[in-house]
Nanobody
């Protein structure tokens, strides 16, 4: 059973930065795609950023230029660096991973492609 555990959520002021981490319980290779989703008061679920098997990335327009998704295979960890935060970024952030075999994902990919989900990390941005 694969488990994903997020950390790094918290509070920040508008314009500030936070880093989310997602630790995967077992070794995953480049054939696993991963992503960050969020639930906000406006949207039940929104794809924020994804990273595919070849480490290509995709971002929602609302975070493009502010957020960076990356991963460290040696640490089995996915990251989301959030810069220039805005109050609209407030929400619960979930990391997710696909099973081997899914080669490419984008932020508009169906959440059903992601077989594994973390428990969520709360991010609050105040103005």
């Amino acid at each position: 059973q694969v488990q994903l555990v997020e950390s790094g959520g918290g509070s920040a002021q508008s314009g500030g930065s936070l880093r989310l981490s997602c630790k995967v319980s077992r070794r995953f290779g480049s054939s696993n795609c991963m992503g960050w989703f969020r639930r906000t008061p406006e949207k039940e679920r929104e794809g924020v950023a994804t990273i595919s098997w070849d480490d290509s990335t995709d971002y929602a327009d609302s975070v493009k230029g502010r957020f960076i998704i990356s991963r460290d295979h040696t640490k089995n960890t996915l990251y989301l660096d959030m810069n220039n935060l805005e109050p609209q970024d407030t929400g619960i952030y979930y990391c997710a991973a696909t099973d081997t075999g899914v080669k490419n994902v984008v932020v508009t990919s169906s959440p059903s492609l992601f077989a594994y989900w973390g428990q969520g990390a709360l991010v609050i941005v105040s103005s």
